[in-house]
């Protein structure tokens, strides 16, 4: 087999294309896992496409190298990860209409309750579902009030819901600012003097956990049962910048690459695209590429706001991101021809531009960005073996 880094031949038509890559996801999996204290359990977080890196490549390696439980935002993910056979639990962390109860049972998915109501109203369907209850500390978003011991217990003794795992969400656990910190321990404290008084009333605690990404990253002593790892897995922080109390060797899984399919002179004063928003101010070089903010990159990256790396140099993207296509400079770029191809995010030769570094010039974090990619670019994983 041929090993693939910048320019893996089985795309020679392709517009554009995402690249995965295995290994890394492995290494990235195993370095959560060190970070994790022993008893606790990965739980892979692959909702929105797995943050844009196709949930189908990366829920079946994760299954095949071991990783046995999932989180998914809505019903018809978990079904479709139980389409594609992965096997293990499924936590769907959003709200699925009780109507589909009789779905969350045929498929085995495990549900998030997110208030008493809502308890109550899954119970009535009659089928027995296994479930989460999730605690709101602070967030303010889904989740039970963690004073409201009473109806938390009362859920416990509902004759169709099995509960497998309680937890909350942490809303400011990327933050190590000193007030972010406060907040962030009162959420965690709130939790568990929640499932202290729950241990009174003689209730057997189901698996717990807190932590998201950041949360293991910032928190990382709390001894819970899963860690919720999303942004992550894929070898990516939110922001570039972000500071954190442990830094993990945590490797970048998808790049994201383009060809020339056009070269052509603007001559000193001509526009190029719409709005005449990039004008020549000399005799420039340019190259068009097939991928526009339809495939999810992103429209406020025009006019040089964000560059492509192209045989390892940096070519800024002139004037407007079309739906389609983009128009870089390339007048000082070396060997370009049609067909070259460019690096809109990932490594190239020498030179890198990362996925928070894009989402960051674009006003926006890496988790936006990349879920946001791909619905027409062609997914293409490589291991250490090549690809297929
Ligand atoms: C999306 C999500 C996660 C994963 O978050 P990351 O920051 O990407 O790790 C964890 N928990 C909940 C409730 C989520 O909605």
């Given at each position: 087999m041929r090993s693939s880094k910048t320019k893996p031949y089985i795309t020679e038509d392709e517009r554009a294309w995402i690249?995965?890559?295995l290994k890394n996801l492995k290494h990235n999996v195993k370095t959560l896992r060190n970070a994790m204290p022993s008893n606790c359990e990965l739980m892979a977080v692959v909702k929105a496409e797995a943050y844009g890196h196709g949930m189908y490549q990366i829920a079946a390696y994760m299954n095949q190298i071991g990783v046995k439980t999932f989180a998914v935002a809505?019903?018809?993910?978990?079904i479709q990860l139980r389409h594609y056979d992965i096997l293990g639990e499924i936590l769907i962390l959003g709200h699925t209409s009780p109507a589909r109860a009789m779905e969350l049972h045929k498929y085995e998915l495990t549900q998030t309750l997110?208030?008493?109501?809502?308890?109550?109203?899954?119970?009535?369907?009659?089928?027995n579902i296994k479930t989460h209850i999730k605690v709101d500390t602070g967030m303010h978003r889904l989740g039970f009030d963690k004073a409201d011991t009473e109806k938390i217990t009362r859920v416990f003794k509902m004759k169709h819901i099995e509960i497998c795992g309680i937890y909350t969400h942490l809303c400011v656990s990327d933050s190590l600012e000193e007030e972010d910190i406060r907040f962030t321990n009162m959420q965690i404290n709130g939790f568990y003097e929640l499932l202290e008084k729950l241990k009174e009333k003689h209730i057997e605690l189901p698996k717990t956990h807190i932590q998201s990404s950041y949360g293991l990253?910032?928190?990382?002593?709390?001894?819970?049962?899963?860690?919720?790892?999303g942004v992550l897995l894929y070898g990516v922080l939110s922001s570039p910048n972000d500071k954190t109390k442990l830094h993990l060797d945590l490797r970048p899984v998808l790049s994201l690459k383009s060809r020339v399919v056009l070269l052509r002179v603007i001559h000193k004063g001509e526009s190029v695209g719409y709005g005449r928003a990039f004008i020549a101010h000399r005799d420039s070089l340019i190259a068009i590429f097939p991928i526009g903010y339809a495939d999810g990159f992103p429209r406020n990256l025009s006019c040089q706001k964000s560059y492509v790396l192209i045989n390892g140099h940096h070519a800024p993207v002139v004037g407007k991101i079309c739906m389609d296509q983009l128009a870089v400079d390339v007048t000082n770029i070396p060997d370009i021809t049609?067909?070259?191809?460019?690096?809109?995010i990932g490594k190239d030769e020498n030179a890198e531009i990362t996925a928070p570094v894009v989402a960051d010039n674009s006003e926006s974090i890496t988790n936006e960005l990349l879920c946001r990619l791909g619905r027409r670019v062609k997914i293409i994983t490589t291991d250490l073996d090549g690809v297929y």
């Open positions: 690249e995965i890559d809505t019903i018809d993910e978990g997110i208030d008493y109501d809502y308890a109550r109203l899954l119970n009535k369907q009659n089928y990253l910032n928190y990382p002593e709390l001894k819970c049962d899963y860690v919720r790892a049609i067909g070259t191809a460019a690096t809109l």
